[in-house]
């Protein structure tokens, strides 16, 4: 991306200090975590990889998002909670500015990306070299009806890459990221349609993992799974934070307090709460956090 001229900036301290802390002899809120999941988890402090300053975002004349602002730890996860309509999708497809194919949307406010100090949603930068940088997976597997090596190898060819060997040599990591290449190392070109649902979803973080995002965005990424398959997109999403920063919406309340380094809960496009996952999970600051994540609403 060509990284256009801004004031330097500084970004902001993370509201609570240090690594997720899980309180002794508790379970991480309302469903407990897997011990894969945990062992995850390091023990390094956080930095800012992302900020979001004073973000509003219009459909035309509806206010959608009001006035978010929220720092992204780098290579953590963290999850955006809240009931259905209260904008936590609208916030995420900020980050790769898909809005911009609608015609009447507009952005106020800014999301700075770190070390860069380049807004992702400012006029002078080019939708589609933010969405190159920023990885997404959404809610329903969308695999290409081509064979699992060509959905993998498709960004890297768009960016270039012709050389075969080189191409097989990313694919295979990207696989193997996603913790896919062990079920479909001896097939790669059968076609991604023949797939479990679990293995499409794993192919599309394999596709999404092959470019090298600085972000990843997963959109309610396990809704359409069964248990198993959502027990390894899970525990797949905990291990990718040693590569990458995720950040994921959700309305598993237990698969957020299992997979998350900070949450957020957001009600009426207002961010209402942000914080450590097990805090907001144990003991949340404002009675709206709590209301929802005990069930009392949503």
């Not at 990313?170 to 479990?196: K, P």
Request: a positive charge; charged letters at 25%.
């Amino acid at each position: 991306m060509n990284a256009v001229s801004h004031a330097v900036t500084e970004p902001a301290r993370l509201s609570d200090t240090g690594p997720t802390q899980r309180p002794s002899g508790r379970q991480p809120g309302p469903g407990g975590s897997g011990s894969s999941v945990e062992a995850s988890r390091e023990t390094r402090p956080p930095k800012v990889r992302a900020e979001v300053r004073n973000l509003s975002f219009y459909y035309g004349q509806n206010r959608a998002l009001k006035d978010i602002n929220i720092p992204i730890a780098d290579r953590q996860v963290t999850a955006l909670i809240g009931p259905s309509g209260c904008g936590k999708s609208t916030f995420l497809r900020c980050f790769n500015r898909m809005h911009d194919l609608q015609v009447g949307t507009r952005y106020e406010g800014s999301i700075t990306l770190y070390p860069e100090n380049v807004d992702l949603v400012g006029r002078d930068i080019d939708p589609i070299e933010v969405r190159m940088r920023i990885g997404m997976v959404f809610q329903k597997a969308n695999p290409f009806p081509k064979s699992i090596f060509e959905n993998v190898a498709y960004g890297l060819r768009l960016r270039g890459m012709t050389r075969r060997s080189l191409l097989a040599e990313e694919v295979e990591q990207a696989l193997r990221g996603a913790a896919l290449w062990e079920e479909v190392g001896d097939r790669l070109h059968e076609s991604a349609m023949a797939l479990s649902g679990g293995q499409m979803q794993r192919l599309c973080i394999a596709r999404a993992l092959a470019t090298k995002p600085e972000i990843l965005l997963c959109d309610e990424p396990t809704s359409a799974l069964d248990p198993i398959a959502t027990a390894k997109i899970e525990e797949l999403i905990s291990t990718l934070r040693a590569q990458v920063t995720v950040l994921i919406v959700t309305h598993n309340m237990q698969q957020a307090a299992r997979i998350s380094d900070y949450t957020a809960f957001m009600y009426l496009g207002e961010l209402i709460e942000f914080g450590q996952a097990g805090r907001i999970f144990t003991n949340p600051a404002k009675k709206a956090t709590e209301d929802y994540i005990t069930g009392r609403y949503g």
